[in-house]
Structure formats: C-alpha cells, structure tokens
C-alpha cells in the first residue's frame, strides 16, 4: 500500500494509526500541504479533490479518511476498529464523527488560508477561531465519554478503535494550539493511553520522514 499524506494532516495521521493498528506495511509520500504539491498535476490526477490523505492498494485510490479506515478495517478485520453489536458501532461512529465531520472540516488548513487571505483576519484571531471549534466538540466528547459505562481505557471498552483514531490526532492540534485541556480529563486519559501504543506513537507527526 502507499499512503500519499503529510506529516502534520490529522488525517492522514488517522489513516497512519490505523494502518499501524492492523500491522500493515505501507510506503509514505510526501504531498506538502504548504507548498501546494496538492495542486500538481500528477496529484490530482490521482485524487482531483487534492486532498490528503489518498490510499493507493492493489491499482485502486482510495480518498477520505474515514473511508479509507473502514475500507482497512473490512479488508483486515483483525483488530477491528468497531464493536460488534449495532448500536455500538452507532456509538462509537458518533464520537468520531464529532471530530471527523464537526470540529476537523472547520478548522483544516484550506480553512484557516482562507480566514487569512482573503479574509484579512491575522495570526491571534485564526487560532481563536481553530481553539472555539475544538472546544466546542471536546466539551460534548467529554460529557459523553465521562458519563457512559461503556467507555474504558479508551472511547469504547479496553481497546483502541475508530473513536480514539480520531481522537489522538484532533488532540495534538490542541496541544499545538495551546488550548487548555484542563476541562477535559476523560479525553486526557484516554489520550494518555492510547499514546503507550507503539501504534499511535510510531504514527505521531514528528516521528515521519517529511516532518520539518
């Protein structure tokens, strides 16, 4: 498999992590974000949306986060990323999308250019912005992890799945952010757990090849 991501896309960290997760093999190319490698010609001739991140596994490009770890989780059953029972599996594909479709599409790097230029906004109110919509989503994640039997050492249970891909990475824009996480301990210790994984620390951003 080939991964065409970049270091600091918390999507492409999610697909790293999973991959990872399910002890796949996969060879990494850069597509530079800042430096519009996602415009290029041959990138979008691979995925024209120009996004990352883009899976390419046996002559097929597969686009989309979400859809790339469900197409890895049907293909590679073992771990699986989501629980057996129906409502379960409703459960933890809410918690993710609370990240996936409400706090992540708002606060992408397309997004915050464009509060920059053309929009004129400067430096300190686009990360006001990128923290509100954090918080936002973090506030509802922690009621509902906090309060719910079901949670464990992770978002469902005792062992990492799709809710805590989603998790770990919208968490690391927070830190880079600097928001307080204070308010958030349930999302702490879970973060805290899944980061012991060799899974989700060898996926971190720093730790791959194009990382500056």
Known sequence: MKLYGFFR?????????????????YEQASIHL????????AYRALNPQGLVPALEDDGQV????????????????????LPGHPA??????????????????INN?????????????DAKTVGI???HWIAKGF?????????DEQTGAFCHGDAPGLADICLVPQCFNARRYELDMTPYPTLRRIFDNCMKLPAFEKAR???QPDAE
């Open 9 to 25: 896309s918390s999507a492409a960290f999610r697909v790293r992590i999973a991959l990872n997760l399910k002890g796949i093999s």
């Open 34 to 41: 800042r430096r519009n490698d996602q415009d290029a010609p």
């Open 62 to 81: 597969f686009i989309q986060s979400m859809a790339i770890i469900e197409y890895l989780d049907e293909t590679h059953p073992e771990p699986p990323f």
């Open 88 to 105: 379960d599996r409703a459960r933890v594909r809410g918690l993710a999308q609370i990240i996936g479709c409400d706090i992540h599409p």
């Open 109 to 121: 790097l397309r997004i915050l250019r464009y509060l920059a230029d053309p929009l004129g906004h």
């Open 129 to 131: 912005w990128y923290n």
């Open 139 to 147: 506030e509802s994640l922690e009621a509902l992890l906090s309060r």
């Open 205 to 207: 951003p720093e730790a």
